[in-house]
């Protein structure tokens, strides 16, 4: 039994190499054409991720305003991808397969006919030299300007007369043969890829060489077509014994369901009528299982060709050349996703082995049927009929093939021609040549309309050209033969193009009813629901195409984008990783997690600072987390802006990374640097780029400088900053600008009628005293009017209170009002009279301690609550000023030296600080110098008459007389006769 399905194990080794060789190339084109079947044309369009940066309102930080903590809206951004298909993209190994069966397969055929009598090797000859011509190899101008057949002349001159002188001359084993012909073709191919003119002449020799395998791949069908049957008797008979009609039955039922099977596929195909879903073999597995079986009926059928050539070696080298040259054709088809030569390949399986099926069933039954119900071992007298001779059961398979396929005939002679044009047009493209691409594709179609190749790919030429109703049109064609989820996600593309959106969704939806769990029709469906405002479908959706993908970053990304741009988004947002994951998926986690008032010290954690090979995206993200991160950058980081502001001087990035670094550097504590790239900014920046003004109003305000405030935020709203408006009303009353801060305010309730604190705003400027039962009126009406009420007044107003803890908190408030207008007597007086409760204690630590900064009047004790009073100061600047103070008090001046440099970092536009510092650096020996320097940032800083006072009499001591003089002079002009014949007396004194 063994030597029987081993027959080659008794052939000499020089016959039996080649064989094995053969048999691993037929089973490797088999394993490769299923694959490529199994994979199907959609994996060879290549998805294409389209991203888009948008900005994302969120608020991760506060501005304290009295009673409330107002959210400050900020910029961040994320990312939104969908997916676009590309063009058809067909893998190198593909080619490099095909090439590879290709010439084995040739090597085989010649080396087979050198066997055959002269009439068989003449037709053999005629063959490959009909083959040869059809190459084209004239188009590849492989030798320049000579005759353009000359090389087609020298490949028959290589191959020919070789053939010859092995059949008639020196006559040699088959190894000898196939490995020459083999070395001449591989010869001839490296030459062609050296020596041709033109782009990819590989590829366009094997866009001509499929005639060849395709011619093959028909005679191995009407070749294999009666071997399932003969398989299906051997395994039914084999060995069996004894009486009864079991393998008759066996054999009936078996082989109808076989018959059943193609039947079902011939009416799939033509659509003769529309059959319910039955579980089916696919035509190729079928063509696969007969090539495997093949083979031994090949050899059992000797006795029909063995007048012509033996089985050994000719006949299964014959074999072998005729299947390696089908599976050529199958893997190219298969591989390149070419649906014209598919469907030809399938629908003439199934067409041949019906017609041959019938016919060798009828020949089984009408020749066996005794033996078969004796259960007697039919496959040893297969080949030995009774009544009908196998000859005529196979012209009868012939006739049934033919009335079979007569349905579509026409149909199948013109796919093979729009499968011919379709790899040249492919081909084409591959050239960058569009314009003969699209003229063969047209072609193509002309053959076989709607071919799912030909109409995919001018579709995507239509896009291109923005001929986006063609590119839809043919899309539906394309769909029509071979569903696809690229031709779904593009049809949803173009219907959103054309603002067909309801019709986007509708064919992403069919996509995904037909493609379940593709993630990329399910992104893309998210995609456009988040821009319908459907956002619960919006997540369903993404999630859903989280669950099915094997690269998770874009849905992942999207999730996360869509968290960070849904007000009040609660779910759970998911925590799986992909092996690797990108800067968009970093990016929109970090800003879903400040969206959902995640910490941004925590936050933080989902950003990677990482190297300095940054794309534009990433650029955003990296900006991004510097500009959000409030506290403890570092020195590194603060170098990394800089080197990456180099890198995009002059860039459309440049004034973003400009404004990282302004954020970083206030974050540093560098408010003087900060606020001057924050004014540059504001005034450079076109209209587009009001986040730049907008921020440099915040900035203003928490130093204090509201007027200054009041125009940044003017400008910002001007530019189209959608929250400017609110911060503008609110600089207008805090600087005490009424008429503007009434018309801001009663703007701004339009814009929100239903906000609380607008309301009190706007209450102020239209109504005249509170009332006692309107408590929270009451506190913003001292707040707001402190200026104008007497301690008299105040306290008459202060009786309406009902709430102890708001009377407190208005008496606060007004020792706070008190100092910063520096009545420090009064504000003394009311904050030692007070008695707060635990809730106000910090508070009111933090005036203690701002009343010993005013005053000088340091203690050991609020030195000691100095961490309790930071909690509470708005200013971060007075933790360091404090110190300064508390140090010159105590006599510690290396100490307060230090506290003053980083206190005038923090507050640069407090005068207080320039003078101090000035002042305790001119009383140490040899600190003029510094002193001089530091009274200068002053000037140059604030420009103040005290400042200028005090930089005129640093000059004198530093002996720069000029400086001084010119001082005097401008102060001359803007001081009153009794300020200035003060200062004067002092500067006189000094210069002498």
Same mark, same amino acid.
């Given at each position: 039994?063994?030597?029987?399905?081993?027959?080659?194990?008794?052939?000499?080794?020089?016959?039996?190499?080649?064989?094995?060789?053969?048999?691993?190339?037929?089973?490797?084109?088999?394993?490769?054409?299923?694959?490529?079947?199994?994979?199907?044309?959609?994996?060879?369009?290549?998805?294409?991720?389209?991203?888009?940066?948008?900005?994302?309102?969120?608020?991760?930080?506060?501005?304290?305003?009295?009673?409330?903590?107002?959210?400050?809206?900020?910029?961040?951004?994320?990312?939104?991808?969908?997916?676009?298909?590309?063009?058809?993209?067909?893998?190198?190994?593909?080619?490099?397969?095909?090439?590879?069966?290709?010439?084995?397969?040739?090597?085989?055929?010649?080396?087979?006919?050198?066997?055959?009598?002269?009439?068989?090797?003449?037709?053999?000859?005629?063959?490959? %030299?009909?083959?040869?011509?059809?190459?084209?190899?004239?188009?590849?101008?492989?030798?320049?300007?000579?005759?353009?057949?000359?090389?087609?002349?020298?490949?028959?001159?290589?191959?020919?007369?070789?053939?010859?002188?092995?059949?008639?001359?020196?006559?040699?084993?088959?190894?000898?043969?196939?490995?020459?012909?083999?070395?001449?073709?591989?010869?001839?191919? /490296? &030459?062609?890829?050296? =020596?041709?003119?033109?782009?990819?002449?590989?590829?366009?020799?094997?866009?001509?060489?499929?005639?060849?395998?395709?011619?093959?791949?028909?005679?191995?069908?009407?070749?294999?077509? @009666?071997?399932?049957?003969?398989?299906?008797?051997?395994?039914?008979?084999?060995?069996?014994?004894?009486?009864?009609?079991?393998?008759?039955?066996?054999?009936?039922?078996?082989?109808?369901?076989?018959?059943?099977?193609?039947?079902?596929?011939?009416?799939?195909?033509?659509?003769?009528?529309?059959?319910?879903?039955?579980?089916?073999?696919?035509?190729?597995?079928?063509?696969?299982?007969?090539?495997?079986?093949?083979?031994?009926?090949?050899?059992?059928?000797?006795?029909?060709?063995?007048?012509?050539?033996?089985?050994?070696?000719?006949?299964?080298?014959?074999?072998?050349?005729? *299947?390696?040259?089908?599976?050529?054709?199958?893997?190219?088809?298969?591989?390149?996703?070419?649906?014209?030569?598919?469907?030809?390949?399938?629908?003439?399986?199934?067409? &041949?082995?019906?017609?041959?099926?019938?016919?060798?069933?009828?020949?089984?039954?009408?020749?066996?049927?005794?033996?078969?119900?004796?259960?007697?071992?039919?496959?040893?007298?297969?080949?030995?009929?009774?009544?009908?001779?196998?000859?005529?059961?196979?012209?009868?398979?012939?006739?049934?093939?033919?009335?079979?396929?007569?349905?579509?005939?026409?149909?199948?002679?013109?796919?093979?021609?729009?499968?011919?044009?379709?790899?040249?047009?492919?081909?084409?493209?591959?050239?960058?040549?569009?314009?003969?691409?699209?003229?063969?594709?047209?072609?193509?179609?002309?053959?076989?309309?709607?071919?799912? /190749?030909?109409?995919?790919?001018?579709?995507?030429?239509?896009?291109?050209?923005?001929?986006?109703?063609?590119?839809?049109?043919?899309?539906?064609?394309?769909?029509?033969?071979?569903?696809?989820? #690229?031709?779904?996600?593009?049809?949803?593309?173009?219907?959103?193009?054309?603002?067909?959106?309801?019709?986007?969704?509708?064919?992403?939806?069919?996509?995904?009813?037909?493609?379940?769990? !593709?993630?990329?029709?399910?992104?893309?469906?998210?995609?456009?629901?988040?821009?319908?405002?459907?956002?619960?479908?919006?997540?369903?959706?993404?999630?859903?195409?989280?669950?099915?993908?094997?690269?998770?970053?874009?849905?992942?990304?999207? *999730?996360?984008?869509?968290?960070?741009?849904?007000?009040?988004?609660?779910?759970?947002?998911? %925590?799986?990783?992909?092996?690797?994951?990108?800067?968009?998926?970093?990016?929109?986690?970090?800003?879903?997690?400040?969206?959902?008032?995640?910490?941004?010290?925590?936050?933080?954690?989902?950003?990677?600072?990482?190297?300095?090979?940054?794309?534009?995206?990433?650029?955003?993200?990296?900006?991004?987390?510097?500009?959000?991160?409030?506290?403890?950058?570092?020195?590194?980081?603060?170098?990394?802006?800089?080197?990456?502001?180099?890198?995009?001087?002059?860039?459309?990035?440049?004034?973003?990374?400009?404004?990282?670094?302004?954020?970083?550097?206030?974050?540093?504590?560098?408010?003087?640097?900060?606020?001057?790239?924050?004014?540059?900014?504001?005034?450079?920046?076109?209209?587009?780029?009001?986040?730049?003004?907008?921020?440099?109003?915040?900035?203003?305000?928490?130093?204090?400088?509201?007027?200054?405030?009041?125009?940044?935020?003017?400008?910002? /709203?001007?530019?189209?900053? @959608?929250?400017?408006?609110?911060?503008?009303? =609110?600089?207008?009353?805090?600087?005490?600008?009424?008429?503007?801060?009434?018309? %801001?305010?009663?703007?701004? #309730?339009?814009?929100?009628?239903?906000?609380?604190?607008?309301? =009190?705003?706007?209450?102020?400027?239209?109504?005249?005293?509170?009332?006692?039962?309107?408590?929270?009126?009451?506190? /913003?009406?001292?707040?707001?009017?402190?200026?104008?009420?007497?301690?008299?007044?105040?306290?008459?107003?202060?009786?309406?209170? #009902?709430?102890?803890?708001?009377?407190?908190?208005?008496?606060?408030?007004?020792?706070?009002?008190?100092?910063?207008?520096?009545?420090?007597?009064?504000?003394?007086?009311?904050?030692?009279?007070?008695?707060?409760?635990?809730?106000?204690?910090?508070?009111?630590?933090?005036?203690?301690?701002?009343?010993?900064?005013?005053?000088?009047?340091?203690?050991?004790?609020?030195?000691?609550?100095?961490?309790?009073?930071?909690?509470?100061?708005?200013?971060?600047?007075?933790?360091?000023?404090?110190?300064?103070?508390?140090?010159?008090?105590?006599?510690?001046?290396?100490?307060?030296?230090?506290?003053?440099?980083?206190?005038?970092?923090?507050?640069?536009?407090?005068?207080?600080?320039?003078?101090?510092?000035?002042?305790?650096?001119?009383?140490?020996?040899? #600190?003029?110098?510094?002193?001089?320097?530091?009274?200068?940032?002053?000037?140059? &800083?604030?420009?103040?008459?005290?400042?200028?006072?005090?930089?005129?009499?640093?000059?004198?001591?530093?002996?720069?007389?000029?400086?001084?003089?010119?001082?005097? !002079?401008?102060?001359?002009?803007?001081?009153?006769?009794?300020?200035?014949?003060?200062?004067?007396?002092?500067?006189?004194?000094?210069?002498?």
């Amino acid at each position: 039994m063994r030597e029987e399905i081993q027959f080659w194990k008794n052939w000499s080794k020089e016959d039996r190499f080649p064989f094995w060789i053969g048999l691993q190339l037929v089973i490797v084109g088999l394993f490769c054409t299923c694959f490529f079947k199994w994979q199907s044309t959609g994996n060879l369009i290549p998805w294409n991720v389209v991203s888009e940066l948008k900005q994302a309102q969120i608020s991760n930080e506060s501005f304290s305003f009295f009673l409330f903590d107002i959210p400050i809206p900020t910029t961040t951004y994320v990312t939104e991808s969908y997916f676009a298909a590309g063009y058809f993209q067909i893998h190198d190994m593909v080619y490099w397969l095909y090439g590879i069966l290709l010439i084995a397969g040739l090597s085989f055929l010649l080396a087979s006919i050198t066997e055959l009598s002269l009439m068989w090797y003449l037709g053999g000859v005629t063959i490959y %030299t009909i083959f040869a011509i059809s190459l084209n190899l004239d188009h590849l101008l492989i030798l320049g300007d000579v005759h353009p057949m000359l090389f087609t002349l020298i490949v028959l001159l290589s191959v020919l007369p070789l053939s010859y002188i092995f059949r008639s001359i020196f006559k040699t084993n088959t190894l000898v043969r196939v490995v020459s012909f083999l070395l001449i073709h591989v010869v001839l191919v /490296f &030459t062609v890829a050296s =020596l041709a003119q033109t782009a990819l002449p590989l590829k366009t020799l094997i866009v001509n060489s499929t005639s060849l395998p395709l011619i093959a791949f028909l005679v191995s069908c009407v070749l294999l077509a @009666p071997e399932i049957i003969r398989g299906i008797v051997y395994l039914l008979t084999d060995g069996r014994k004894g009486e009864g009609t079991g393998a008759l039955l066996h054999f009936c039922v078996v082989s109808g369901l076989y018959i059943l099977n193609l039947v079902y596929l011939y009416i799939q195909y033509f659509s003769v009528s529309s059959l319910p879903f039955f579980v089916h073999i696919p035509a190729i597995l079928i063509y696969a299982f007969s090539v495997v079986i093949g083979l031994w009926g090949w050899k059992k059928r000797e006795q029909h060709y063995g007048n012509f050539f033996p089985f050994h070696t000719t006949g299964a080298y014959l074999y072998l050349s005729v *299947i390696i040259l089908s599976l050529a054709f199958l893997s190219i088809s298969y591989g390149s996703g070419n649906s014209s030569y598919t469907e030809l390949a399938e629908k003439v399986i199934f067409i &041949t082995y019906i017609g041959f099926g019938l016919a060798i069933i009828g020949y089984v039954i009408s020749n066996f049927n005794p033996l078969l119900k004796k259960q007697l071992d039919v496959h040893k007298v297969y080949y030995l009929p009774a009544r009908l001779e196998y000859s005529m059961a196979i012209l009868i398979g012939v006739a049934l093939t033919l009335v079979f396929g007569a349905r579509g005939y026409t149909h199948t002679y013109n796919q093979t021609w729009a499968g011919y044009y379709n790899n040249k047009a492919y081909l084409e493209s591959m050239k960058d040549d569009l314009m003969m691409a699209e003229r063969y594709y047209n072609t193509s179609m002309a053959y076989d309309p709607k071919n799912h /190749f030909g109409s995919y790919g001018l579709s995507s030429l239509g896009i291109d050209h923005e001929h986006y109703g063609t590119a839809l049109m043919l899309l539906k064609d394309a769909l029509h033969r071979s569903p696809s989820p #690229q031709a779904f996600a593009n049809m949803g593309i173009l219907e959103w193009t054309k603002n067909q959106k309801l019709r986007a969704l509708y064919q992403l939806q069919k996509g995904i009813n037909t493609f379940e769990n !593709s993630s990329e029709l399910n992104t893309n469906y998210a995609y456009y629901a988040k821009r319908m405002n459907m956002a619960d479908s919006a997540l369903f959706y993404l999630n859903h195409a989280l669950d099915h993908t094997y690269e998770p970053n874009v849905p992942l990304s999207n *999730i996360y984008a869509h968290a960070a741009t849904t007000p009040n988004f609660s779910a759970e947002l998911p %925590t799986e990783k992909s092996e690797k994951t990108d800067f968009m998926v970093k990016g929109n986690q970090f800003a879903a997690l400040l969206n959902q008032n995640i910490p941004t010290a925590d936050a933080l954690d989902t950003l990677a600072f990482e190297d300095f090979d940054l794309s534009s995206y990433e650029l955003f993200y990296v900006c991004n987390y510097l500009l959000n991160k409030k506290e403890g950058v570092s020195d590194d980081e603060l170098k990394f802006v800089e080197q990456l502001e180099l890198a995009n001087l002059g860039t459309e990035d440049f004034t973003f990374l400009l404004y990282a670094k302004a954020a970083v550097l206030y974050a540093k504590g560098d408010v003087k640097h900060a606020m001057q790239h924050f004014q540059h900014l504001s005034e450079t920046s076109p209209n587009t780029q009001n986040r730049h003004d907008f921020y440099y109003g915040l900035r203003l305000m928490e130093q204090g400088f509201f007027d200054k405030a009041a125009d940044a935020f003017h400008t910002a /709203f001007v530019k189209g900053h @959608p929250d400017a408006l609110y911060y503008l009303g =609110l600089a207008y009353s805090e600087s005490g600008q009424k008429e503007l801060a009434k018309k %801001t305010w009663t703007q701004i #309730q339009e814009i929100y009628p239903e906000n609380a604190p607008i309301q =009190l705003m706007n209450r102020l400027y239209t109504e005249e005293q509170p009332k006692a039962d309107d408590q929270e009126y009451l506190t /913003f009406y001292l707040h707001y009017n402190n200026q104008n009420l007497s301690d008299k007044e105040f306290e008459n107003l202060c009786g309406l209170f #009902q709430d102890g803890s708001m009377l407190t908190y208005a008496w606060l408030d007004r020792a706070e009002y008190l100092l910063k207008t520096e009545k420090l007597e009064q504000a003394a007086l009311v904050i030692n009279e007070l008695n707060v409760s635990e809730e106000l204690k910090g508070h009111f630590t933090a005036l203690q301690l701002d009343l010993e900064i005013k005053t000088g009047n340091y203690s050991e004790e609020g030195f000691n609550q100095l961490d309790i009073a930071k909690a509470y100061w708005a200013n971060k600047s007075l933790e360091q000023r404090y110190l300064a103070g508390y140090y010159e008090h105590t006599g510690e001046k290396a100490l307060a030296k230090v506290a003053y440099e980083n206190a005038i970092l923090n507050s640069p536009y407090d005068e207080s600080l320039y003078l101090n510092y000035t002042k305790l650096l001119l009383e140490e020996e040899g #600190q003029t110098t510094r002193a001089y320097e530091v009274i200068l940032t002053g000037v140059e &800083t604030l420009d103040t008459d005290e400042l200028q006072k005090q930089y005129a009499f640093v000059s004198l001591k530093m002996g720069y007389d000029g400086f001084a003089e010119h001082t005097k !002079s401008m102060l001359s002009d803007r001081l009153n006769d009794q300020a200035f014949s003060e200062f004067l007396e002092e500067y006189n004194q000094i210069a002498l």
